[in-house]
C-alpha cells in the first residue's frame, strides 16, 4: 500500500498491509523561517519515510500574533520573555487577528512548501491547539487563567471567541494550503492534574467543538490528548478520524483500552515519548516497537509515540522504530 492509502484505509478501521507509522520532534533552530521549517520537516520524512507527517510549527507561533515575546537559542525550547495580558483589562485587547499577520503568512507558507515537497504522496497534518490552551500563553500564570476562566469573566470571554475565530480561520487555511487536516492538541488542560472533567466540559469543550464543527470535510484530524491522568473516555464523541495519547502516561488507558472507550475512533501512539528513545541501543528499540507493532493487529491502529520525541533521541533509534514496523 501507498502511505495515503495505508492511513486513510486505517482510519476506517479496514486491514492495512502493516500499521501505519510516524514520528515528531521539533527542530527548534530551524522554525524561524518558512523556508527552514519546511526544510526540516521535509528531510525528517525523507530520512525516515513516515506513513504521515505531523508539522511541529515554530513552538510560539500560535501565541505571537497577540504579541508574546519568546528568545530563541540553538536547538532547545524558546523561553517566553515577554507575555501580552498583564492584567484583566488586557483581555479586552485580544482580539481577532487576519491571516495576512506575518506569522500566519509565514507559517501558511511553511505548509505549502512541505505540500509541495510531499508531492500528495504522504498526508500531512498542521498543528493546532486547543483555544483555551492558546489563551493561557498569552498570561505569564496559568492558574490565574484558569481563576478567570472559572469566573467567566466577560473580557477572557470575549478573547476566547477572538482566539477560537483566528484559529478556525488559520484551520482552514491550512486545509487551503493543501494539509490533509489537523494535529489537534489539547496540551496541559485535559487532566485531571489541572482540572476536572466537569470543568474542561464547560469551560473547554465548547471552543474545541466550535472549532473543530467548523471544518470542511477533510482526509485526516488526529486528536492529541496530553499528559498523565488524561480524560481520554471523555473525547469519544469529538469529530475527529484518530486519537493519540501517551499509553505509559500515569493512569492512562493502554491502546486496546482506548480503541474500546474511542468509538470506532483509529487509536495513534504506543511508543515511549522518551526514556527508551534516549537510553536504549537499537535492538532493544527495534524489539520493543516491533512487539508493539505485531500487538496491535492490522486494523484501526497506527505506531506512533505519545507526544513530540526529545530532539536528542538517538537517530539510531529512531530509525530502529521505522524498520521494526516494517520488519526489515
Same mark, same amino acid.
Given at each position: 500500500? +501507498? ?7 486505517? *482510519? ?54 497577540? !504579541? =508574546?515575546?519568546?528568545?530563541? +537559542?540553538?536547538? +532547545? ?20 487577528? &487576519?491571516?495576512?499577520? &506575518?506569522?500566519?503568512?509565514?507559517? =501558511?507558507?511553511? =505548509?505549502?512548501?512541505? !505540500?509541495? !515537497? ?22 505569564? +500564570?496559568?492558574?490565574?487563567? *484558569? ?7 466577560? $473580557?477572557?470571554?470575549? @478573547? ?116 527508551? =528513545?534516549?537510553? @536504549? ?22 505506531? @506512533? ?12 533509534? *529512531?530509525?530502529?522504530?521505522?524498520? $521494526?514496523?516494517? !520488519?526489515?
Amino acid at each position: 500500500m +501507498s502511505h495515503r492509502e495505508r492511513v486513510l484505509t486505517a *482510519i476506517k478501521g479496514q486491514a492495512v498491509d502493516r500499521p501505519p507509522v510516524s514520528m515528531w520532534r521539533h527542530y527548534f533552530s530551524q522554525e524561524r523561517s518558512a523556508e527552514d521549517l519546511a526544510g526540516a520537516m521535509l528531510a525528517h520524512q525523507r530520512q525516515f519515510d513516515w506513513d504521515f507527517m505531523k508539522v511541529n510549527p515554530r513552538a510560539s507561533y500560535h501565541a505571537e500574533p497577540w !504579541g =508574546l515575546k519568546a528568545r530563541y +537559542s540553538g536547538n +532547545s525550547a524558546p523561553a517566553v520573555t515577554s507575555h501580552p495580558v498583564k492584567a484583566e483589562a488586557d483581555w479586552e485587547r485580544i482580539t481577532a487577528v &487576519p491571516m495576512s499577520h &506575518p506569522v500566519f503568512r509565514e507559517q =501558511l507558507r511553511a =505548509l505549502e512548501l512541505i !505540500g509541495e !515537497g510531499l508531492k500528495g504522496r504522504v498526508p500531512f497534518l498542521a498543528t493546532v491547539f486547543t483555544p483555551v490552551s492558546i489563551a493561557s500563553r498569552l498570561i505569564s +500564570s496559568e492558574d490565574d487563567f *484558569i481563576e478567570a476562566l472559572r469566573a467567566n469573566s466577560p $473580557a477572557l470571554y470575549s @478573547a476566547m471567541e477572538a482566539v477560537t475565530d483566528t484559529f478556525t480561520a488559520y484551520a482552514k487555511a491550512a486545509l487551503d494550503r493543501g494539509a490533509s487536516g489537523l494535529f489537534y492538541a489539547t496540551t496541559g488542560f485535559a487532566t485531571t492534574d489541572r482540572m476536572n472533567v466537569t470543568d474542561y466540559r464547560r469551560f473547554v469543550r465548547p471552543w474545541d467543538l466550535k472549532l473543530l464543527d467548523a471544518l470542511p470535510v477533510h482526509e485526516f484530524t488526529l486528536l492529541h490528548v496530553c499528559r498523565d491522568n488524561n480524560m481520554l473516555r471523555d473525547f469519544a464523541s469529538y469529530p475527529v478520524h484518530a486519537v493519540n495519547w501517551d499509553v505509559y502516561g500515569k493512569n492512562n488507558l493502554n491502546l486496546t483500552q482506548g480503541k474500546a472507550v474511542l468509538q470506532g475512533k483509529a487509536v495513534v501512539g504506543g511508543i515511549p515519548k522518551d526514556g527508551m =528513545l534516549l537510553r @536504549a541501543s537499537p535492538a532493544q528499540m527495534y524489539g520493543h516497537v516491533h512487539g508493539i507493532a505485531a500487538a496491535m493487529g492490522i486494523q484501526g491502529r497506527m505506531v @506512533a509515540p505519545g507526544c513530540t520525541y526529545a530532539p536528542d533521541a538517538q537517530t539510531g533509534n *529512531i530509525d530502529a522504530v521505522r524498520r $521494526a514496523v516494517d !520488519g526489515s
